[in-house]
């Protein structure tokens, strides 16, 4: 046996927070490549799951329930303190969370905290003379959402932020023309055409972390990074040119990302390939063709973008990078 | 930047594979908690998910895809390795498929592929007589599955086996009276009221990993654990005592795993609690209440037992653990 700590935690998932008239976000520098500069928060809601590490270890030896905080007193506690914090983001509202558990019960360790966004779009309403943004009617949105995860630790300081990352999961973009994939190891076990020109449809998430960490949190529109510009990012980069393979494109992605935002330190990626199957590829005397979803299976890639990588293209001077 | 090894890998989740009359499983001892015995493997199938890490770091960074093999090509070289493999488990055929891509591929350095069984139960059909099982005809079950995970890198020996846990996942058991949860602290944030006796309903996942890595994958019956006996395991443990909670219970489901087989070094549960709500708690002249499904949110475990718990609860005498 190891003397490595025992995996050991306990927590709540599902935790539906709808917290209204959340103070706005604003303040957020536009980019280029996003119309986005801000989020209303009139409804501030998310998805939470959290988990508690600690000393309870009896809890689950002995049967001794005397140090478990039940975990509908967890659904509890994030729910109240929903009405307490008033800053404008997801990842100021986790860290005030984690913060607060620590504060109250001195035999837990760690907190750590993911939410997934519940998002809900403004709508266009009949006004006076024109089209008007309602402010009390909203679409629930069933797309791609912001994610963000907080882990505090206790530390000798009183709280170490152990873990964030936020970023932006289940986003779905298909480009209809000008993706390609060939040039690959062609062998006994290859089946697959080489494509010219495919219909590149993917799955994204990503996930990205701040050189400080304490950044992320800060509810400071000045270093704040929304993952509403980096899902434009996205777009845009998939649009302005031709792409070799999902490799090539996300690490394009990567780039650009971590060139807009100097305070990240970098950009993980998670792509799936779900790109359309042909059926009638050429129609006589017309432009396009006929497509299908793919059968099983699906690919998928793995990848990191960091700062080194814009150094290494000369996009980026090397200097130290800053660690939180 | 740290000069830590950057997250890279690409493959294929989806891979479905169906081998008809494989070879039987058979050879496993009976344990007193399972009449499970062995798999006929009439229908050997899995849903696959492979990645693979190696030196492919240019198809990102420089759109060169030479060194691609594409995921199209992984799944035909599952598929075609399924017809060269003639052993009983999926933790020897997924080493076997690992093994193989080390071999034909020299830049890939490390093989990843977890397999989720899909499940095909035998059915009871009219006999001459009496009611005999088809050889034939099988039911698929959207029930409790087997799951596997192996990892192979490539090592100076030749192959590494990186990981290997084996288990079961989604397993959902009700215990209708005889489990309790009291005593947890009471605070500002406790609205919970105390259960002496619940209905708990819990979703189980378990994985479990051998003190000998390559035990698993041998393909020897007489060290092989097969996961629908630590499925037994789980609903005896569970109907013999009361318990107090779920912590307890895991707990003590994981003593007897490790009790049953001398070669696993842990077990690893993740549980959920989906105990149902009352609704009529009394029915007049009558035993039983009415139910109904619990609202969100649900809470979670998340627990490793090692012998190492064994020898403090006095089951086992402390020696030198064997490690692979
Ligand atoms: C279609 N296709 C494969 O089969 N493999 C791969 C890959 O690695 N990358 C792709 O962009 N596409 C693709
Ligand atoms: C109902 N319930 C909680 O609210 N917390 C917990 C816990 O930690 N363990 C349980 O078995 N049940 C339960």
Redesign the interface.
């Known amino acids: 046996?190891s003397s490595q700590k025992?995996?050991?935690?306990?927590?709540?998932?599902?935790?539906?927070v709808f917290r209204t008239y959340q103070k706005p976000l604003d303040g957020i520098k536009a980019i280029p490549e996003s119309g986005f500069t801000g989020r209303n928060n009139v409804i501030f809601g998310m998805n939470a799951k959290i988990?508690l590490e600690g000393e309870f270890l009896e809890?689950?030896?002995k049967?001794?329930?005397?140090?478990?905080?039940?975990?509908?007193?967890?659904?509890?506690?994030i729910l109240?303190k929903a009405a307490e914090y008033h800053g404008s983001t997801f990842e100021g509202f986790l860290h005030f969370v984690c913060k607060r558990f620590l504060d109250?019960?001195s035999h837990i360790t760690a907190v750590e905290i993911t939410a997934d966004e519940i998002p809900f779009e403004a709508v266009q309403v009949a006004g006076d003379t024109h089209l008007e943004t309602s402010p009390l009617v909203y679409r629930h949105s069933r797309n791609e959402l912001i994610t963000t995860t907080v882990k505090v630790q206790r530390s000798k300081a009183g709280y170490e932020l152990a873990k964030q990352e936020s970023g932006i999961r289940d986003l779905h973009l298909i480009k209809v023309s000008g993706s390609s994939?060939?040039?690959?190891?062609r062998?006994e076990?290859?089946?697959?055409p080489e494509a010219k020109d495919r219909p590149l449809y993917i799955y994204l998430d990503i996930l990205y972390r701040y050189n400080k960490k304490e950044d992320a949190v800060a509810d400071n529109p000045a270093v704040y990074v929304p993952a509403e510009q980096v899902r434009d990012i996205a777009a845009s980069v998939f649009h302005e040119a031709d792409?070799?393979?999902i490799?090539?494109l996300?690490?394009r992605i990567g780039l650009r990302v971590l060139q807009r935002f100097p305070q990240l330190?970098e950009v993980?990626f998670l792509s799936?390939?779900r790109t359309w199957e042909a059926v009638i590829e050429d129609i006589p005397g017309y432009k396009g063709a006929v497509w299908t979803e793919p059968r099983?299976?699906?690919?998928?890639?793995?990848?990191?973008v960091?700062?080194?990588?814009l150094v290494?293209e000369g996009l980026e001077k090397a200097k130290e990078?800053v660690k939180a």
Do not use: C, H
Not at 6 to 16: A, N, Q
Not at 181 to 185: A, C, D, E, M, V
Not at 296 to 304: E, S
């Open positions: 046996m025992r995996l050991m935690y306990y927590g709540k998932g599902d935790v539906f988990a809890s689950f030896t049967a001794d329930n005397s140090r478990v905080v039940a975990t509908d007193s967890m659904k509890n506690f109240r109250v019960y994939f060939y040039g690959y190891i062998d076990y290859t089946t697959l792409n070799k393979s490799q090539d996300i690490y330190a993980q799936n390939n099983p299976p699906y690919g998928f890639q793995g990848f990191v960091s700062r080194q990588d290494n990078s």
